[in-house]
């Protein structure tokens, strides 16, 4: 990648790094999606995390495809006798020309992935490597050449040293920060390029999405979810509308249903039955801290006690279940049976409620194995 350092040493960028680097932004919109689709997102959550994810990579993506038809339609950056041949800006095809004698700084910057020049404002070709006169503003940031990963640092410095004549010779840093005195706003943003480093900002990125995607998209954290080792819980709720789609549906006559909730933690359903009312709730619950399965034995326990000292536990449904209903021959001719479950397996509580003309010891049947069969069905890992 580079030619003798007695001629010139010529900088090529590696085109694969920087086509992957042009790509990045779109990987990283990848990435997100698939952890959406991983924490099971659906529907509405699905598509606010794909447009966020869209509109946050649109413009980097586009800025860097820019770039990267530039660097790979010129000629690539170079050190010879004349000087360092550079490209200003990412975007741009033609290199300029700074010759060594107005180079008063240079150092490498970055482990040695890019060569720092700070050149003299009033050299005769500062015109050409700042035709906007910045350098003269506080926005000015010293001029910067990448060096690819094929090029040694050692190298580099031989170069420089060689190709100038001895006239330049690398730094150990850049130039100092101004003092707070001389020069604050410069003091400022010399205290704000002080950004912590890749590794340790894509750490905090990471952290950031683990978070903020199943925020966004109504789902559970990643170790709420069944794949996550050790976690036994259920990512979703179960289908309120499909508790009663069968068998169980049938002996309490249902005939149709309304969707009311239908949310990934979230769902409810009301049935259409003969003379009566049959509800269904199904929530998981999801705690960031703690534990979900105990939120949801809470929750449990908090439902049954509104049932009322009628209310009285069954086995055989989930990890825990109550049963609250009139008894068989104590059935009016306006509520023939009046029946509620709640039912919890690990992080998902079940409320069912009914009222109707079945016959009480039938309707607990059906409500009572309808909850078993539900709870019984979930994935939990």
């Known amino acids: 990648m580079a030619s003798p350092v007695a001629d010139e040493l010529v900088l090529s960028p590696a085109r694969g790094r920087l086509v992957l680097w042009a790509l990045l932004p779109l990987l990283a919109a990848a990435v997100v999606a698939g952890y959406a689709l991983a924490l099971d997102a659906t529907g509405t959550g699905l598509v606010v995390i794909l447009v966020l994810a869209a509109l946050a990579a649109a413009v980097p993506l586009a800025v860097r495809l820019v770039a990267l038809a530039g660097q790979l339609g010129g000629p690539a950056p170079r050190l010879d006798r004349v000087g360092v041949h550079l490209r200003t800006r990412p975007w741009r095809r033609r290199l300029v020309t700074l010759p060594w004698e107005e180079i008063p700084l240079a150092w490498l910057g970055g482990g040695g992935r890019w060569l720092g020049l700070s050149p003299d404002p009033r050299g005769p070709h ?23 990963p094929s090029v040694p640092a050692d190298r580099v410095r031989a170069a420089v040293a060689a190709l100038s004549g001895g006239t330049v010779e690398l730094a150990d840093r850049g130039p100092d920060a101004p003092s707070l005195d001389e ?45 996550w080792p050790g976690a036994a819980v259920a990512g979703r709720a179960p289908d309120a509308c499909a508790v009663f789609a069968g068998d169980f549906g049938a002996l309490l006559g249902v005939t149709g249903h309304e969707r009311t909730e239908a949310g990934p933690r979230y769902q409810a359903c009301t049935y259409t039955v003969p003379q009566g009312t049959l509800t ?14 105990a939120d949801a034995a809470g929750r449990a326990r908090e439902l049954a006690g509104a049932l009322g000292g009628a209310a009285h536990k069954v086995d055989g449904i989930g990890d825990a279940a109550w049963l609250a209903g009139n008894p068989q021959g104590t059935t009016t001719l306006i509520d023939r049976a009046v029946v509620a479950v709640v039912a919890r397996r690990a992080n998902v509580v079940l409320v069912i409620a009914y009222g109707g003309e079945t016959e009480p010891d039938a309707a607990q049947d059906a409500v009572t194995g309808a909850a078993r069969a539900t709870l019984a069905a979930l994935d939990l890992g």
Request: glycine share 6%.
């Open 280 to 293: 269904v709730t199904a929530r998981a619950e999801h705690t960031v801290f703690g534990s979900s399965t």
């Open 183 to 227: 020069d604050p706003a410069g003091a400022l943003r010399a205290y704000r390029a002080r950004r912590p480093g890749p590794r340790l900002r894509l750490a905090a990125t990471l952290a950031v999405l683990v978070f903020a995607v199943p925020l966004a998209a109504g789902t559970a954290a990643p170790w709420n979810q069944p794949w």
């Open 126 to 148: 500062a015109d050409d490597w700042d035709p906007a006169g910045t350098r003269w503003t506080r926005r000015f940031r010293p001029l910067m050449v990448p060096v690819p």
